[in-house]
């Protein structure tokens, strides 16, 4: 069997990227490691949560300046959110207490997000 395309979100893109031929196998596991590498120095700083609800619907339940972005939208009305630890534990509660189905993700830190990138303030 040979596929005509293949995508990837995140990981899956270096999966996607070494099935297609565009990474080796040895590429491939490389920039898997120096990803788990800038993970860990990024482990802490951050979260990601699952909220059941489409992405403009969570973005209007940010708060101004309180550093959460959309990180991913894995489906109409499935949007994953990512940002700092106290902003993202408010969402979650601000959720829950109004019937909206929220969940944290198990990750210390912001994938997908501005926080990605720690600030000097971070260092």
């Known amino acids: 069997m040979r596929p005509a395309a293949v995508i990837g979100h995140s990981q899956g893109e270096i999966a996607a990227a070494c099935v297609a031929g565009a990474l080796s196998l040895e590429d491939a596991v490389r920039v898997v490691v120096l ?9 802490g700083l951050g979260g990601m949560a699952a909220v059941a609800l489409s992405a403009a ?6 708060t101004d300046g309180d550093g959460l972005s959309v990180a991913a939208v894995n489906e109409p009305a499935t949007t ?3 940002g700092l630890v ?8 601000r959720c829950t207490a109004d019937g ?6 198990d990750v210390g830190y912001a994938s997908h997000s501005p ?8 260092c």
């Open 80 to 82: 994953v959110v990512a």
């Open 35 to 43: 990803r788990g590498r800038a993970l860990l120095e990024l482990s």
């Open 57 to 62: 619907d969570v973005r209007e339940r940010f």
């Open 86 to 93: 106290e902003p993202l534990a408010a969402l979650l509660k």
């Open 100 to 105: 909206v189905w929220a969940r944290r993700v």
């Open 115 to 122: 926080r990605w990138k720690p600030s000097a303030s971070d």
